[in-house]
């Protein structure tokens, strides 16, 4: 089975603060995403990685860097955290997909992470 | 831009009836849909796919349906139970790139 693994399950940071939030997979998977979960507004990708030291911006980048230096550790970073960072941050693995017919349905699958529920005061 | 909505908030159905979660997208670039299952304090879990060249497929309890004319798809729970009282969350994806585009999310509670 595929495991991801987040380093915290609850944080609680005041304003300012620079805060890691660390993820490590064990299935030698090629990319890894950094998501957040907030109600009414589902999952939005914040940064993601198709290989070690490549990283790639999302949809919601601002406010996030990323780091990955090894292939199963994706750390995520908030430079200087504020209240609107508040949320629930998931982390995420999948294999790199083929193109046509080469892409299976493990291709499109992504195993997340328990997620860290991030409060920031 | 919302390429992938799930309209209802939430969906409240008793035990053993029939649970139909739906989705639209606007993009017709998507290849591939799939539907995570998510319990409060944990992370998504896959629970069903499908491709585009499909219409139809079952696993057990769970059948999503495609209808690519409309850019809709559902998911069947029949019958339901109360352990499928979680969020639902419909994704999409397109073959160039790995990633998933994500549904704000239905809640459903199966009452007992």
């Known amino acids: 089975d595929v495991k991801v693994t987040q380093s915290s399950r609850y944080l609680v940071k005041r304003t300012g603060e620079k805060v890691f939030l660390e993820c490590v997979q064990d299935?030698?998977?090629?990319?890894m995403f950094w998501y957040r979960q907030d109600p009414g507004l589902g999952l939005r990708l914040i940064y993601f990685s198709y290989d070690v030291k490549m990283k790639e911006k999302g949809d919601i980048p601002e406010g996030y860097s990323v780091s990955r230096e090894k292939k199963e550790r994706f750390s995520l970073i908030l430079e200087s955290a504020s209240t609107n960072q508040t949320s629930m941050y998931l982390c995420a693995s999948s294999l790199t997909g083929g193109s046509g017919v080469g892409r299976t349905s493990s291709s499109y699958e992504q195993y997340f992470g328990p997620g860290t529920r991030l409060t920031v005061t | 831009d919302q390429q992938v909505k799930q309209n209802s908030p939430s969906l409240s159905v008793q035990e053993g009836r029939i649970s139909i979660l739906n989705c639209d997208y606007t993009?017709?670039?998507?290849?591939?849909f799939l539907w995570y299952k998510k319990y409060p304090a944990e992370g998504p879990t896959f629970l069903i796919s499908?491709?585009?060249?499909?219409d139809k497929n079952e696993d057990g309890r769970f059948t999503v349906f495609l209808n690519k004319s409309a850019k809709h798809l559902s998911l069947h729970i029949v019958p339901s139970q109360p352990g499928d009282s979680a969020v639902y969350f419909c994704a999409a994806s397109q073959e160039y790139g790995n990633k998933l585009v994500f549904g704000a999310g239905t809640i459903l509670r199966v009452k007992s």
């Open positions: 499908i491709s585009s060249i499909k």
């Open positions: 993009n017709s670039m998507f290849d591939y």
């Open positions: 299935m030698d998977h090629e990319n």
